[in-house]
């Protein structure tokens, strides 16, 4: 995120904008410690999102090093595999894709598998592949989102707010991001390993680190639809 030149300083559309148009899900990391003030200071700075009545419903819980392989591990030899793991705590996904639903998510997975060179029909190595969530694709530092369960869709909306904005604040800083929703149906191996109390849903994970731009899964760039698929201006 440096600027063009280095004796100009971005504007801040430009700083904005090029935050949050780099800010993309980046799957494989490179070991570079994070440090904690730096993890501070994205939280803080993402913290500023708004929520109603200020609220502030967020909860995130920070782990590296031993803690994170610990979390890894439990999650990976539960023996529970992601395709038969129920979402009992909230479904994100529909029950049912339906269009134009669906047509996005096969061109996105597709994308990536081509990306990793892993066939149609080959479907360990895409079971290994969707294991990598699980050690946060070996980013040094992963985020667990939590939410209390007596709240309503309203501040789960405000999370989402503070989830986008720690990975906008971490693009201003050199750093990326891979937003893993993965992480919330394992929530009986999560739990133990980081105390969180029976109160909070595990709603996300997050991978946060420095991109290894020499894996050919960060060569993904999703698409977007145009404005006039999902924009109306009603005059
Ligand atoms: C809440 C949330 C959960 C997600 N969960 C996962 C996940 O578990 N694993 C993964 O590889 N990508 C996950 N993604 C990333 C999406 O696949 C990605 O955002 C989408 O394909 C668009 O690509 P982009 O983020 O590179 O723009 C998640 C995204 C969001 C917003």
């Not at 799957?27 to 200020?54: C, K, Y």
């Not at 029909?121 to 939590?146: C, S, Y």
Request: hydrophobic share 40%.
């Amino acid at each position: 995120m440096l600027a063009p030149d280095e004796n100009m300083s971005l504007t801040a559309q430009e700083a904005v904008d090029g935050a949050l148009t780099s800010r993309r899900s980046v799957r494989a990391f490179l070991p570079h410690r994070v440090d904690e003030q730096t993890i501070r200071d994205i939280l803080r700075v993402a913290a500023r999102a708004p929520s109603g009545a200020n609220m502030q419903p967020w909860k995130v819980y920070v782990v590296s090093g031993s803690k994170k392989e610990k979390l890894s591990s439990a999650i990976l030899s539960s023996g529970v595999r992601p395709e038969k793991i129920t979402w009992d705590e909230y479904k994100y996904y529909p029950d049912q894709f339906f269009e134009p639903y669906q047509t996005r998510r096969r061109a996105v997975g597709f994308a990536l598998y081509n990306l990793l060179g892993i066939g149609r029909r080959e479907v360990d190595r895409m079971r290994a592949q969707h294991d990598r969530n699980f050690t946060f694709f070996d980013a040094p530092v992963g985020l667990i989102f939590t939410i209390d369960r007596r709240l309503n869709k309203g501040s789960w909306v405000d999370l989402g707010m503070f989830i986008q904005s720690v990975m906008v604040a971490a693009r201003a800083r050199d750093l990326h991001t891979c937003p893993q929703a993965a992480f919330a149906p394992y929530h009986r191996e999560i739990k133990p390993v980081l105390d969180i109390p029976q109160e909070e849903i595990i709603v996300c994970g997050m991978a946060l680190g420095y991109e290894d731009v020499s894996k050919p899964e960060n060569q993904l760039r999703s698409e977007r639809a145009p404005l006039e698929e999902f924009v109306s201006f009603v005059r």
